[in-house]
């Protein structure tokens, strides 16, 4: 896809409302008046539509424009898709303009679309382009820009009634993102702005978010900068830009007929014939390309020695048309900028007003607010005065019921501090039986501490057993490293015995050479048979200790048990009493002498009723007198008696329903204050959570911070091919060279064992059980230097294996060491 087809192809998404793709007939319509197709727009909805009744794809309406455009007779002044095609400065659909939001005739305001920026191929926009006509045939070069005034008018009616619906949503702290504070702009018909300056005003902030008055201000700051700068020397660079042939001027292009006409009127002769030897035949073409062949031609017909006059000024009249043409398109497009940037300035100014409004809007609601909670603050204080007042008559009132309640009580205390007392002497008795049972704990403690001193004894004869086990098990090994050392001197002997042997042997090889005479004197001698005759089994003693442990153990006591159970059961009701012991209650007091009265009483009573009656048994005359006499005195006094008691026992329970009443309001109280506890800890624990969500935040934005600007990781490791190839080869090295020694240990291990067969074989030929020895000193030397060449060879084989292992050893040693070299180089850093 071209840059002429992806500028149609942004115009058909810009009407492409649901995004299928696709459009319907009067959608191709409003397509075909935004490219100002005209007549010409008729005939492709026609040629469209004549065969199917859905939809158009955007393939399908490139070919039928196509068609249209190469088809048929040119119209007055014909009018190509890339001609009122805006360009756009992104290649992706997130710049693509949305459907209008308002439709008055032939124009649509509230597109959600980017303005275009200043630049050297920039044209109008399809809204702009859409209320521009050509007006007749002298004028048709010259644009009429009728968007200022009835765009804002449009604007100006519209934009109180959405401003009234989206200030609910606004709030001068509310934070937006990008895409946020796009569709802001948008919703507020801010159509001037577009991503481009957004997200130039995000950029230059640290975070992602930023509160909508931020947003306002910054905006504002950065269109009145770019303003001024436009005014400044904006214009002037943007009109040299339009006349430079820069590479995007390259893309702009002129019909054919246009050029043709300015011919035609600049008086060139047969301009069409003159268009087709220049070698443009297309229905548009290029400025600079016509440009460029004209110089060519002139340069040709200059360079001619007999050129004529008339050629060369008919390519000057040619070129002269030509550069009026691009000064007329030039100034157009510099006519639409001025007209962008008035629109851009009210704009301006309108979202400046706005945000006044909302600004003020904003502050009366503060304002309100701030009202509406001092008066809630005031009334809340007030109701919390009233409270507090009501709470101290309350405590007054509380209080003194807790002084009537503290009487009666200490009344009650004072009744049962003769209780007390009774209880003091049963403590105190229980106190010497507590004592007792101390005394006989400390001895049974005293007899534990000696039964532990004991097991520390008999731990210790353990371990003294232990060591001694040990020290024969060191006496054991002693011996047999002993009897071990025993061994190899024997072997020893056994080696210079066979070395003897083989001095034998070698003396009976040489025999047969000597003569007979001279075998007749050998001496007898020990065999080494006899010589060596050790048994390798040796008989270790071996002592064992067993140790008895015995446990010792404690009596108990089951006097102690019972007089501990008693003790609690004492110190229980001793708990259960409620009465304080120095308590002075003057009503306790009071009944205390009335009981004690009445016992006196009842004493005294007592002791008249038996002298009565010894008197009775004296004298029977005035038995039956004093008899009635005193029957009715006792009836009396125990008259009295019970309605004292029955006055005491209603005192008594009126205590005891106070004392209930009493605990009652105590509850409630506790209650209540554990409610406002409870409510106290949860605010508490609200405001934590808050602080700790606020703290979670803070963290994850230091995070961020620190990822952000945190080190680069670290780079990958440079597995380079040469140290692996290294590597190889020292490890097939290493590999032949330990073959290579092991092949040397094979043959050197198979050299011992015939040597050793060799020996073996002598040591069964030997056919006397007593050889002796050669008589002869050549005899005895060569014996003695056959058996020392067998032993040098055998001690030079036994150096040769080691030197081998050791070898073995050191190059392991350095394969190890050129892995870890080989380690170190790929994971050091690369230098930059």
Request: charge should be negative; hydrophobic fraction near 35%.
């Amino acid at each position: 896809m071209n840059h002429y087809e992806k500028q149609l192809y942004t115009v058909f998404k810009t009407f492409d409302v649901d995004n299928e793709e696709a459009l319907d007939k009067s959608s191709v319509q409003e397509l075909c008046d935004a490219l100002q197709l005209e007549d010409r727009g008729a005939a492709l909805v026609d040629s469209l539509f004549e065969r199917r009744s859905g939809r158009v794809t955007f393939t399908q309406f490139r070919n039928g424009l196509l068609s249209v455009l190469g088809g048929s007779d040119p119209a007055p002044l014909p009018t190509t898709a890339p001609a009122a095609t805006p360009t756009h400065s992104d290649e992706d659909s997130s710049g693509r303009e949305a459907a209008p939001k308002f439709v008055f005739g032939s124009k649509k305001y509230g597109r959600k679309s980017r303005p275009q920026h200043v630049a050297s191929d920039e044209v109008p926009r399809p809204r702009v382009a859409s209320d521009s006509r050509l007006d007749g045939e002298r004028s048709r070069q010259r644009i009429k820009c009728k968007r200022s005034a009835s765009v804002m008018e449009s604007r100006d009616s519209t934009a109180f009634e959405y401003a009234e619906d989206v200030a609910g949503d606004l709030n001068h702290d509310k934070r937006v993102d990008r895409e946020r504070a796009l569709s802001l702009c948008r919703s507020l018909q801010m159509t001037g702005i577009d991503r481009q300056l957004v997200d130039g005003i995000f950029e230059s902030m640290p975070t992602n978010e930023i509160t909508v008055g931020d947003f306002f201000d910054r905006l504002n700051t950065s269109l009145t900068t770019s303003i001024a700068t436009s005014l400044g020397g904006g214009m002037k660079q943007s009109h040299d830009g339009l006349l430079s042939p820069t590479e995007n001027e390259l893309d702009n292009t002129v019909p054919s007929d246009a050029v043709v006409e300015v011919w035609e009127r600049a008086g060139v002769q047969r301009p069409r014939r003159l268009l087709m030897e220049l070698g443009f035949s297309t229905a548009s073409v290029r400025p600079p390309d016509l440009e460029r062949a004209l110089d060519d031609e002139l340069q040709a017909i200059l360079a001619t020695p007999d050129g004529q006059a008339d050629p060369c000024n008919l390519l000057f009249q040619a070129s002269l048309a030509l550069v009026r043409l691009r000064l007329e398109l030039s100034q157009q497009r510099i006519s639409i900028a001025i007209a962008e940037r008035d629109k851009l300035r009210s704009d301006l100014s309108e979202a400046n007003r706005r945000a006044c409004l909302l600004a003020q809007d904003v502050d009366e609601n503060h304002a309100r607010i701030e009202a509406e909670l001092k008066a809630s603050l005031r009334q809340v204080e007030i109701r919390h005065s009233e409270a507090t007042r009501a709470a101290a008559v309350e405590v007054a009132s509380e209080r003194e019921r807790a002084a009537a309640v503290r009487a009666r009580l200490e009344e009650e205390v004072s009744r049962r501090t003769d209780i007390e007392a009774r209880l003091r002497a049963d403590v105190m008795t229980l106190q010497e039986r507590v004592k007792d049972l101390e005394a006989r704990a400390t001895s049974a403690e005293e007899r534990a501490l000696q039964a532990e001193r004991e097991r520390a004894r008999l731990a210790a004869e353990n371990k003294e057993a232990e060591e001694s086990g040990a020290g024969a098990a060191e006496a054991s090994r002693l011996a047999t490293s002993h009897l071990e050392a025993l061994v190899d001197e024997l072997r020893l002997e056994n080696k210079s015995l066979r070395d003897r042997n083989d001095e034998l042997c070698a003396a009976l090889e040489a025999a047969p050479l000597r003569p007979s005479g001279m075998r007749g004197g050998v001496n007898d001698g020990t065999s080494w048979r006899d010589e060596s005759a050790l048994d390798a089994s040796l008989p270790l003693d071996d002592h064992y200790e067993e140790c008895d442990s015995s446990s010792l153990s404690m009596d108990q006591n089951a006097q102690r048990d019972e007089a501990i159970k008693r003790l609690q059961s004492v110190c229980e009701r001793v708990r259960e009493l409620s009465l304080s012991m120095n308590g002075k209650c003057e009503s306790c007091s009071t009944v205390i002498r009335i009981i004690a009265t009445i016992q006196a009483s009842v004493l005294e009573m007592g002791e008249g009723l038996l002298q009565s009656v010894e008197a009775a048994t004296q004298t029977e005359a005035g038995c039956c007198a004093d008899a009635a006499e005193l029957a009715e005195t006792l009836e009396t006094t125990k008259r009295t008696h019970m309605e004292e008691k029955s006055q005491l026992m209603g005192v008594i329970s009126e205590l005891e329903s106070t004392y209930e009443q009493l605990k009652l309001d105590y509850d409630k109280c506790e209650e209540y204050w554990l409610a406002k506890l409870d409510e106290e800890r949860e605010i508490f624990n609200e405001e934590q959570r808050a602080g700790d969500e606020r703290l979670a935040e803070l963290v994850n934005k230091i995070g961020e911070y620190e990822r952000q600007f945190a080190q680069a990781a670290l780079p990958t490791i440079d597995e380079r091919a040469s140290l692996e190839l290294q590597v190889t080869e020292l490890e097939e090295e290493f590999a032949k060279f330990r073959r290579d020694k092991e092949a040397e240990l094979a043959a050197r291990a198979d050299e011992l064992a015939r040597l050793r067969r060799r020996l073996d074989d002598a040591e069964r030929r030997i056919p006397l059980p007593n050889p002796t020895p050669c008589a002869c000193a050549c005899g005895g030397a060569c014996s003695g230097a056959g058996g020392g060449a067998l032993r040098a060879r055998a001690a030079r084989a036994e150096r040769a294996a080691q030197r081998l292992a050791a070898r073995l050893a050191h190059a392991d040693l350095l394969v190890k060491d050129l892995y870890l070299e080989n380690c170190r180089l790929a994971h050091r850093p690369r230098l930059p």
